[in-house]
């Protein structure tokens, strides 16, 4: 049975149509992916894939190889908590 996963990568390096094409082109060609969708304005793409058949370390590596690497989120700077009330 399919483990579906959703995940937003963040893609610094995509700054035109030819990059979002490149980046559908190199995840849709992976076994395992479901679905692609690309912004381009936000640099984000949408994966949805299957957990079982691919880890999202394989796509990741991939979309490198294709000279897209994915920023890494990182939350130790996302601003100061607010208090619960």
């Known amino acids: ?25 190199t995840l849709s060609d992976l076994v395992g992916v479901e679905s692609v969708n690309v912004d381009l304005l936000t640099k984000t793409v949408y994966l949805a894939y299957d957990a079982e058949t691919l880890s999202l370390a394989e796509a990741e590596a991939k979309l490198s190889e294709a000279g897209y690497p994915v920023q890494k989120q990182s939350f130790a700077n996302r601003g100061k908590a607010l208090p619960l009330k």
């Open 1 to 25: 049975m399919a483990i579906e996963k959703e995940t937003t990568l963040s893609i610094p390096a995509m700054s035109c149509n030819h990059c979002v094409q490149t980046i559908t082109k």
